[in-house]
């Protein structure tokens, strides 16, 4: 009888507690100032730096913006991973962001801009960051944590690759 509820007590357990991860970047750095640069070869560096350094994150979905340069940053990931890129328009962040809290139990990269990442990070877990103009380096990691009728919401912040200047 106490293998049976134990078991029955797993298996809810499984069922209603899931988490989300949500590794957040700004585009690498770009080759010049045009709207839709490419990345610079400083740049491609730091996107492999960023693919090595999310290798065993097992992500399962990538999510980039419609510009070159945070595809570019991707694409490194998105390959090792064999995964396709799921492009969003950065102008409807509000939408992205809904978008985003529905991917359910997975760990997603999403790569944006110094103006959208911020304002998905607030969005997904009500903390505010920043990212000046000339940040490349910052890795942003929201976890949600949903079970037991409680969500937990976390904000980690750290870097990848070369210090920005």
Request: hydrophobic share 35%; charged share 15%; proline share 4%.
């Amino acid at each position: 009888m106490n293998r049976n509820l134990f078991l029955l007590l797993t298996v809810l357990f499984a069922l209603t507690s899931c988490t989300t991860r949500y590794y957040l970047v700004r585009h690498a750095e770009k080759l010049n100032s045009t709207s839709d640069s490419p990345l610079s070869s400083t740049g491609h560096a730091r996107a492999t730096i960023l693919r090595d350094t999310l290798a065993g994150k097992n992500i399962s979905q990538i999510f980039a913006s419609t510009f070159v340069r945070t595809q570019q940053t991707a694409q490194p990931l998105a390959t090792a991973n064999n995964l396709e890129l799921t492009l969003y328009r950065p102008d409807t962040t509000a939408g992205f962001i809904a978008r985003l809290k529905s991917v359910g139990s997975r760990n997603v990269l999403v790569v944006g801009h110094s103006n959208t990442i911020p304002e998905v990070v607030l969005g997904l877990c009500g903390e505010t960051v920043t990212i000046a103009d000339d940040d490349f380096d910052n890795l942003f990691i929201v976890t949600i944590k949903r079970g037991w009728g409680q969500t937990t919401k976390t904000l980690s912040k750290t870097t990848y690759g070369p210090p920005s200047p």
